[in-house]
Nanobody, 123 residues
Framework: QVQLVESGGGSVHAGGSLRLSCATS????????IGWFRQPPGKERGFVAA????????VYQDSVEGRFTISRDNAGNTVYLQMNSLQPEDTAVYYC????????????????WGQGTQVTVSS
């Protein structure tokens, strides 16, 4: 079992930045690809970004590409989502998930999920 804990959420003004972390104490964390998904208020959960288990491939939802960067530190068992130029439309609960596959990371079927962290961006 992989236990995931998100952190780094908070409230910022439009144009600000946040860095989310997805951490685990599980030593096999590096065997999993990690994805970030978000659920805005009143909307369905959607894909944001993902990084393959090798770390050599990343994929982004169109609306965040160029603003968000996903990276991983396997030695520290942590995956990061650096979010710059935040806008009110980015307001959502952000979840990280782990999946034991290398590809099709936009597919929301993941093996494990964290409990989420709130990101609020004011105009």
């Amino acid at each position: 079992q992989v236990q995931l804990v998100e952190s780094g959420g908070g409230s910022v003004h439009a144009g600000g930045s946040l860095r989310l972390s997805c951490a685990t104490s599980t030593p096999t964390f590096g065997r999993y690809s990690i994805g970030w998904f978000r659920q805005p208020p009143g909307k369905e959960r959607g894909f944001v970004a993902a990084i393959s288990r090798s770390g050599r491939s990343t994929v982004y939802q169109d609306s965040v590409e160029g603003r968000f960067t996903i990276s991983r530190d396997n030695a520290g068992n942590t995956v990061y989502l650096q979010m710059n130029s935040l806008q009110p439309e980015d307001t959502a609960v952000y979840y990280c998930g782990a999946v034991n596959r290398e590809y099709e990371l936009q597919n929301p079927v993941y093996d494990y999920w964290g409990q989420g962290t709130q990101v609020t961006v004011s105009s």
